[in-house]
């Protein structure tokens, strides 16, 4: 029979979810429900983006459907290493044996969708007869789910548009981000637990024309930390276009009461003067009106209820974005799921029941190691992380049977679980996360001065 599959979220986990269900020949009809508007529409300027990494694990969940990775491919720029800008203008070069993915989420997103209508077109005509497979409606915001009559209530959110459509499932895909509707509902279902926690940075979006940033070499992802928890990272877009992000603490953060262009100048000569030298006076200006953004992370003890609803991407297992691994674990869901599929073709209830039992462990563990590979204090990070990255890292490359790769090469250049690499690094991360409570701790006293 076929199914119904409503997926809510047309971030890359639902749209590459989409991709996977509809090559299997007639099986699902699939509808994807999006609470923005379409992102081919929106103008770049005033889209929310920020540039993504897409390494081994991403990879490979885009490989599978045909087609896929190479056009992700043709709007990436390949990088080979992160340059880490440090005082003076000194630097430490972190290279990579095999090259990452660099683009924007929106281009991902983008691509995605077009290659999707171009091969599954919603055709109207079609649709009055029933016999559709696709169907995007973008604002359309998720507002109310029913386990019991499986159903989902959406808000068209479009202008000149009100009003609620309600539509029936018989699988229901949550794919909806860290802040999920749909995963707001397993709390009213039997033992769900959910644990919230907000990263102690916060971030806004910073954007450079490529003339004012000439300096900064294409393909490196360049970061500069300074002392006081405050870091940033830049990397080219395929178009020479420059962004990224500036971090600061999330708590007594220094950004939150600006309101002049000066003190922006200030703040950059301060903690990021390499950046302030390439800052143009227009980025100073929209810099200042960018909005605060914050990072949950999530943890949940169950991604299914029963046989008809699934949570995966974000809405799952939302990490901090300091590995880069937050997307390449939603596409990883993806093709995880795919794989259950086939392991239980015709038990769908038994599919949701194993991606719980399965994927928990690695998610679980992604979450730990976001949140612990990379101490807050630069001291920590410069003395110790980086001697340790690179001796094993050239260890490795003299004798690969007796050493394993660094942890970053696990995590960006195999698809090892995340569990087994926690596993194996369980030390580094223990001391990172006694290292970063202390610096928390310093940051919050009130001894603690801070520019603002
Ligand atoms: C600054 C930053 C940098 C990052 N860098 C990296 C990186 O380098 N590499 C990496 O792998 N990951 C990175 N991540 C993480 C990555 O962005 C996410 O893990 C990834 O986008 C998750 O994909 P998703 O499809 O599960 O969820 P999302 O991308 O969050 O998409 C969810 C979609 O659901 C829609 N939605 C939400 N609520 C509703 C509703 N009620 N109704 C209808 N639609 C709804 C949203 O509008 C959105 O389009 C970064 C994250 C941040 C914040």
Request: charged share 25%.
């Given at each position: ?54 390494n081994q694990r ?239 992370t999530?943890r949940?003890n ?15 297992h939302?990490t901090s974005?300091s590995l880069?691994q937050?997307?390449n674990a939603?596409?990883e869901?993806?093709?995880f ?19 719980t039992l399965r994927r928990k462990p690695d998610a679980h563990a992604l979450v730990e190691l976001s949140d612990y590979t990379f101490p ?8 110790e992380l980086?001697?340790r990255l690179?001796t094993a890292q050239?260890m490795h490359?003299?004798?690969p049977r007796y050493f394993s790769p660094s942890l970053l090469q696990l995590l960006s250049e195999t698809t090892i679980p995340y569990s087994e690499i926690l596993n194996s690094h369980k030390g580094w991360i223990s001391k990172v996360k006694q290292?970063n ?16």
């Amino acid at each position: 029979m076929i199914k119904r599959v409503v997926i809510v979220g047309a971030g890359p986990s639902g749209v590459l979810l989409a991709h996977y269900l509809l090559r299997r020949d007639e099986q699902y009809n699939v509808e994807i429900y999006e609470r923005r508007s379409d992102p081919q529409t929106v103008p770049f300027s005033s889209a929310r983006t920020f540039p993504l990494v897409l390494n081994q694990r991403g990879m490979t969940a885009l490989s599978k459907v045909e087609g896929i990775l190479a056009a992700i491919k043709a709007v990436s720029l390949e990088s080979t290493g992160s340059l880490v800008h440090q005082k003076k203008g000194k630097t430490q070069f972190l290279p990579r044996k095999k090259p990452i993915l660099i683009l924007d989420r929106r281009r991902l997103v983008v691509t995605l969708l077009k290659m999707l209508t171009q091969q599954y077109s919603s055709d109207l005509r079609k649709a009055q007869q029933r016999s559709y497979r696709l169907k995007i409606h973008f604002d359309h915001q998720c507002k109310q789910v029913d386990f019991e009559a499986k159903t989902v209530t959406f808000e068209n959110t479009a202008v000149n548009s009100i009003g609620e459509v309600t539509v029936g499932y018989d699988l229901l895909i949550g794919a909806d981000g860290a802040r999920s509707r749909v995963r707001e509902q397993f709390l009213s279902t039997n033992q769900f637990e959910l644990e919230k926690k907000y990263v102690p940075s916060a971030y806004k979006s910073i954007f450079l024309p490529a003339e004012s940033a000439a300096s900064l070499k294409a393909g490196y992802i360049h970061t500069w930390r300074s002392s006081d928890g405050i870091f940033a990272t830049l990397v080219h877009d395929i178009d020479g276009l420059i962004n990224g992000t500036v971090n600061f603490p999330r708590e007594n953060n220094p950004i939150v009461n600006f309101s002049t262009k000066e003190q922006v100048w200030q703040f950059f000569r301060e903690y990021l003067p390499e950046i302030a030298e390439l800052l143009p006076e227009s980025e100073v200006e929209a810099f200042l009106n960018r909005p605060i953004s914050t990072i949950l992370t999530i943890r949940c003890n169950r991604y299914h209820h029963g046989d008809s609803v699934l949570l995966i991407g974000d809405a799952a297992h939302a990490t901090s974005p300091s590995l880069g691994q937050g997307c390449n674990a939603s596409l990883e869901d993806v093709a995880f799921f795919d794989q259950l599929l086939d392991e239980y073709p015709n038990d769908i209830g038994e599919v949701l029941k194993q991606f719980t039992l399965r994927r928990k462990p690695d998610a679980h563990a992604l979450v730990e190691l976001s949140d612990y590979t990379f101490p807050l204090s630069s001291k920590l990070l410069f003395l110790e992380l980086f001697i340790r990255l690179r001796t094993a890292q050239f260890m490795h490359q003299l004798f690969p049977r007796y050493f394993s790769p660094s942890l970053l090469q696990l995590l960006s250049e195999t698809t090892i679980p995340y569990s087994e690499i926690l596993n194996s690094h369980k030390g580094w991360i223990s001391k990172v996360k006694q290292a970063n409570e202390k610096f928390l701790e310093r940051q919050r006293s009130p001894q603690h001065v801070r520019l603002n």
